[in-house]
């Protein structure tokens, strides 16, 4: 099992702490979000995402750094492409590209795109990532689609990784279906559903991500699955949790968990857990 670290910080100085702990510690992952605002409090301090990655990046040696994941409402796929082989760049091979629907009317609002319905949302998704995944593979031909349209691209360097690992965010069957056809892995988080459901939701899409990947004449076991622990998933509420959501997931096709940085309160329990990392890595 690997295990990711999500940080959000408000400023460099947490943001380089936390970079160093993660590395020191041994997790596999350093992750950051793709949001303009804090999507309920505007006063909650918030950054670019790959621009932070840009310093993780060119600070850290170890860790792999990567966006969880690139918000579709407000990126191009044609920039998202540049930036991502960018990062891969400065990384020197460790950049990990995720994308997703984007959700927050406020990520739509402050940055001029009207709300989409739920069937234009996951066409939009469709269509940019298959942009990304073709520019990514060195394909550069034009593009005009329903909402997206490239002409003249060019991916010069290409990326230090044979290719950059793409992430795609998906729940319901048709975006499942765009992360079979396009994507290297699989992120789900619970978002407001309890634990319990969230897992027999997980059940159920695992099943169905199988069966798509089967229909494109795919392994399915060649799908990386990450899991962001998230909502009523706490992985820092006492020194086993972290375990006990390992051996639960792991059951059902879950190879990696990426965690929330732990609160002040959380920090006892997050120094015990992260001093004994390489045990649950190996699990």
């Known amino acids: 099992m690997r295990f990711g670290l999500k940080i959000n910080p408000g400023g460099w100085g ?22 303009l605002r804090h999507p309920r409090d505007p006063a909650v301090p918030v950054h670019d995402g790959p621009e932070l990655l840009a310093a993780w ?58 709300v989409w319905n739920a069937r234009e949302r ?12 073709r520019l990514l593979r060195g394909d550069v031909s034009d593009h005009s689609g329903a909402h997206y349209a490239c002409h003249d691209a060019a991916m010069a360097p290409a990326s230090v990784q044979e290719r950059v690992p793409l992430i795609v965010a998906a729940n319901a069957a048709r975006s499942l279906a765009v992360a079979a056809g396009h994507a290297d892995g699989w992120v789900t988080f619970t978002g407001t559903a309890s634990e319990e459901d969230f897992h027999q939701a997980s059940v159920e899409r695992s099943r169905t991500l199988d069966q798509l990947c089967l229909e494109r004449d795919r392994d399915p076991r060649t799908l990386r699955r990450i899991l962001l622990a998230y909502g009523s998933m706490n992985p820092w509420s006492g020194t086993d949790s972290l375990a006990r959501l390992a051996d639960r997931y792991r059951t059902i096709g879950f190879d990696e968990i990426v965690c929330f940085a732990p609160t002040p309160g959380e920090r006892a329990v997050f120094d015990k857990v992260a001093g004994r990392l390489s045990d649950l890595q190996q699990t």
């Open 122 to 133: 996951t066409d939009r998704l469709g269509e940019f990532v298959g942009i990304v995944d």
């Open 14 to 35: 947490e943001a380089s702490q936390w970079a160093g702990i993660a590395e020191e510690a041994g997790f596999d992952g350093l992750w950051t979000g793709d949001n």
């Open 57 to 114: 990046a060119a600070t850290t040696t170890r860790i792999k750094v990567g966006l969880l994941v690139a918000n579709m409402i407000f990126r191009q796929p044609t920039v998202l492409a540049k930036q991502a082989v960018t990062l891969d760049h400065i990384s020197a091979g460790r950049f990990q590209l995720g994308i997703g629907s984007g959700l927050w009317p406020t990520d739509h609002a402050m940055s001029g795109v009207p």
